[in-house]
């Protein structure tokens, strides 16, 4: 079992407010992921015009309808830390914008692989990310991460079944699901690079406890193992 990322209990929810550099870092944090939530809307919705019947169609635009709602709460704490909620996620822009770009799905199926792996992955990451948090913000983070409305049931069911009228299918999804992967750590990275403030939030530049380089491979090591196990689930090989 992957190992789970270590929260810091001495995190001081005040310091949200109290430390400029903190306070940045978060409301960072909160702008890719409130644009990643959108871009997933947007995305779902158009995925929905490949959906081969009315009732997957009605799955995904309520997919992305549950997306766009997480949005409203992570606005409102990014104002309340005294930021503006567009201009937080407007550095964001271009990196998920060119992953999206990257990651076009040719199909329908290439679709729900894409919103169960792709955005698995990103919430994985910042589920990492989160454990560094104060805890109004953890906990804001995380809920907005883990809450699916059941619709990773609904993308396992559709997968696998087609796999099972089809095996071959299997395997350029399994190619595909890799692709995903190797995408979004190039965006993880390009992120990062951009916004040292994130970085800082994984390393301890801003006063609280980071993770050494020792930590930093068991991260990802557990952003891997995560990633094999969602594509097992899908019935495909990582």
């Known amino acids: ?3 789970s990322p270590a929260i810091d209990p001495s995190l001081d929810d005040g310091l949200a407010g109290d430390d400029p550099g903190y306070r940045a870092a978060v409301i960072d944090l909160l702008g890719v992921i409130s644009y990643g ?6 995305r779902l919705a158009e995925d929905a015009k490949l959906a081969p019947t009315m009732q997957d169609k009605v799955a995904l635009a309520t997919m992305a309808a549950h997306e766009l709602g997480k949005v409203a ?25 060119e992953f999206h770009r990257h990651t076009a799905p040719a199909d329908w199926l290439e679709g729900l692989v894409k ?19 104060d805890p109004t913000t953890r906990d804001l983070v995380v809920s907005s991460l883990e809450a699916d409305g059941g619709h990773a049931a609904f993308v396992v069911d559709r997968v696998r079944a087609v796999i099972a009228d089809d095996p071959t ?25 951009d916004r040292d403030s994130l970085t800082a939030l994984l ?18 090591t557990r952003l891997t193992e995560r990633h094999a196990a969602r594509m097992s689930e899908l019935g495909l090989d990582a």
């Open 1 to 3: 079992m992957a190992e």
């Open 37 to 42: 939530e959108i871009s997933a809307f947007e």
């Open 73 to 97: 709460a992570l606005h409102q704490r990014v104002s309340d830390l005294g930021g503006d909620p567009f201009e937080a996620m407007a550095p964001f822009n271009k990196a998920i914008d």
């Open 115 to 133: 919103a169960f792996v792709g955005d698995g992955l990103a919430n994985d990451f910042y589920r990492e990310i989160a454990a560094f948090l």
């Open 169 to 193: 299918v299997g395997g350029r999804l399994a190619l595909w699901g890799r692709r995903l992967m190797g995408e979004a750590l190039t965006q993880a990275q390009r992120v990062a690079a």
């Open 203 to 220: 390393t301890g530049g801003v006063d609280r406890p980071g993770l050494d380089l020792a930590a930093l491979g068991r991260m990802f």
